[in-house]
């Protein structure tokens, strides 16, 4: 199994490869000025189907290539939040201004993808997920999926841009409690701004790293918040600059890859863009 977060400056994107060689996308965000837009990526690697497409959240930072990517690439499963219908996310998008092309496609999905989700061969990994219900919350950040991975004991949890209001009603359920138990990495919700911390939630893990994806520094939240929930791991082993690491960010560390084969040790590692060759602008 193998996550690789993109680099996307103040969005979201990452791709799950399975032992099955099947895959998953979270969200389809993208910045030129980086270099990266999943529908130049995937087509360079050969891949022109994705079997699931999980989106967690609908605002345009974590769908801002799916235009693109929806004519190169085949995405027969879209896992997003059902409690809302598309009339109503749209009127709520619209409270936010004119929708963009990027939100005209989610809708367009939205609206056209209504059969149950068939199963998927994950070649071991299984996915989870959990979201707030519409109209109990009416904004897009808590109605947030947030992706719960396992994998031969590799915990990993990605919550969209799920704020402290969103945080409190999942952990009122047990099974979402268990689920944290044995997270070993989290991605920071909403970038890592204060909104999305809810340090609640450390009650129930005590995740090896934490991860950040966004561009520059905006918040002081980005910096420290998170630092203290994180045991820690070793960073550059066998190098000169070895060191223990407790929160990664795509905007220090560029693409990260997390890597895990069964019976093994799991592995992350960091690249630069450049080391994806067909993903320039």
């Known amino acids: 199994m193998e996550l690789t977060i993109f680099n996307v400056g103040h969005g979201f994107c990452a791709y799950l490869r399975t032992d099955a060689e ?3 996308l ?7 000025g980086l270099g990266f837009r999943p529908s130049r990526f995937f087509p360079s690697r050969g891949i022109r189907t994705i079997e699931n497409f999980v989106l967690g959240n609908y605002d345009n930072d974590h769908v801002s290539d ?7 690439v085949y995405l027969p499963v879209f896992i997003r939040n ?3 219908d598309t009339d109503q996310l749209r009127r709520l998008k619209l409270e936010g201004g004119p929708l963009t092309e990027a939100i005209h496609a989610m809708l367009d999905m939205h609206a056209t993808y209504t059969y149950p989700e068939p199963p ?3 070649g071991g990994v299984e996915l989870r997920v959990f979201y707030n219900l519409y109209p109990g919350f009416r904004d897009t950040n808590n109605l947030s999926v947030v992706s719960y991975i396992t994998y031969d004991g590799l915990g990993i949890l990605i919550p969209g841009d799920l704020e402290c209001a969103g945080w409190e009603p999942l952990l009122a359920q047990e099974d979402f409690r268990r689920a944290l138990l044995g997270t070993s990495i989290i991605i920071a919700s909403h ?13 129930f893990c005590k ?5 950040i994806s966004d561009g520059a520094v905006q918040y002081d939240s980005q910096k420290d918040l998170y630092r203290k929930h994180a045991a820690g791991l070793a960073w550059n082993v066998g190098r000169a600059d070895h060191t223990i690491r407790y929160v990664l960010t795509t905007r220090c560390d560029g693409h990260i890859t997390i890597s895990k084969r069964f019976g093994q040790c799991d592995s ?13 602008s």
């Open 120 to 122: 998927v061969n994950f």
């Open 207 to 211: 995740p090896d790293v934490i991860v």
């Open 191 to 203: 970038h890592g701004r204060e909104g999305g911390y809810c340090e609640d939630v450390f009650d």
């Open 22 to 24: 099947t895959g998953i």
């Open 26 to 32: 979270f969200d389809c965000g993208h910045d030129d």
């Open 66 to 72: 799916l235009p693109n990517l929806r004519s190169v």
């Open 268 to 280: 992350i590692e960091a690249m630069q863009s450049l080391a994806f060759p067909g993903v320039a």
């Open 82 to 84: 059902r409690s809302i």
